[in-house]
């Protein structure tokens, strides 16, 4: 971290730091679409979850908990 003078006397103005340049970057806003995909991924792995816990949690089912877990929000999606 370096200080920069700036235009009045002793006043000092720092650079940010590359940790102060990422968290700036990562509080950039996020675009309806893209937070609406974050969201319905969220629900169906929830929901892929629950499904695969109520069926006693067998081996190899993730791919047809997901497939039917897409398919509950897709259900819920065109309803509401």
């Known amino acids: 971290m370096t200080d920069v003078f700036i235009g009045t006397p002793g006043s000092v103005q720092r ?3 590359s940790r102060e340049k990422d968290r700036q970057i990562a509080c950039q806003p996020v675009s ?10 969220a629900d169906i792995a ?3 979850y629950a ?3 109520s ?12 497939l039917e877990a897409e398919e509950i ?8």
């Open 46 to 48: 929830e929901i892929a």
């Open 55 to 66: 069926r006693g949690c067998p081996s190899n089912s993730a791919g047809a908990d997901w």
């Open 51 to 53: 499904l695969w816990q």
């Open 15 to 17: 650079d940010m730091t």
């Open 73 to 80: 929000v897709r259900q819920r999606v065109n309803l509401g």
């Open 32 to 41: 309806p679409a893209r937070l609406a995909d974050h969201a319905a991924t």
